[in-house]
């Protein structure tokens, strides 16, 4: 099975501030590379997939970058309804794994 | 508009049974992939199953193989796990998720989820 390592596990930000994720993967996996957003008590919800692709409705703050084994999620700006949990996925292979997650709190 | 609808959840023993239902609407159920993910209290996210568009092709983790039992009902637009001998690590929210038609393969819209408790 395909091991996803993220970091950091937590961050504390502040509204505007710029947010980077990072996403390993323990094998290649090309750009078979997905980033969910989770708030409290809802759903996961499609960010990027393919590395760098904006998932319809998302906004253009979100972007995504990588290949290989190493993958990057950024927030240009962070907004009060970017506080949230953050997974990357691969679709590479079955399993289909994911992180353990980042969760982006309010400094 | 597309949707997923999970229920089925409740508190459980361990060791029995329990069958939890995804109902799709909004799209071409028999066209997609779909898939179970859980995520127990306060953790992270696990992938448990997937179903092909034909139901021909299923998929299990490891640590639910010979246990739990995705099928999909094209008639009533639904999918379904069965859950027999659970266990306390079984405890989680399940989530269904329909798998985009493309070659990234990527979970494009996800059930509310339905909680999952086993204790005695």
């Known amino acids: 099975d395909i091991q996803m390592t993220q970091s950091p596990s937590s961050l504390s930000a502040s509204v505007g501030d710029r947010v980077t994720i990072s996403c390993r993967a323990s094998?290649?996996?090309?750009?078979?590379l997905n980033w969910y957003q989770q708030r409290p008590g809802k759903a996961p919800k499609l960010l990027i997939f393919?590395?760098?692709s904006l998932q319809s409705g998302v906004p253009s703050r979100f972007s995504g970058s990588g290949s290989g084994t190493d993958f990057t999620l950024t927030i240009s700006s962070l907004q009060p309804e970017d506080f949230a949990t953050y997974f990357c996925?691969?679709?590479?292979?079955?399993?289909?794994?994911f992180g353990l997650g980042t969760k982006v709190e309010i400094k | 508009q597309v949707q997923l609808v999970d229920s089925g959840g409740g508190v459980v023993q361990p060791g029995r049974s329990l069958r939890l239902s995804c109902a799709a609407s909004?799209?071409?159920?028999?066209?997609?992939?779909i898939h179970w993910v859980r995520q127990a209290p306060g953790k992270g996210l696990e992938w448990v199953a997937v179903?092909?568009?034909?139901?021909?092709?299923?998929y299990y983790a490891d640590s639910v193989k010979g246990r739990l039992t995705i099928s999909r009902d094209k008639s009533k637009n639904t999918l379904y796990l069965q859950m027999n001998s659970l266990r306390a690590e079984d405890t989680a929210v399940y989530y269904c998720?329909?798998?985009?038609?493309?070659?990234?393969?990527?979970?494009?819209?996800w059930g509310q989820g339905t909680l999952v408790t086993v204790s005695s």
């Open positions: 998720a329909r798998e985009k038609p493309d070659v990234y393969y990527t979970f494009d819209y």
């Open positions: 909004g799209f071409s159920f028999s066209s997609y992939n």
């Open positions: 179903i092909s568009y034909d139901g021909d092709n299923k």
């Open positions: 094998q290649s996996i090309s750009t078979f």
């Open positions: 393919a590395a760098s």
């Open positions: 996925q691969q679709s590479y292979s079955t399993p289909r794994t």
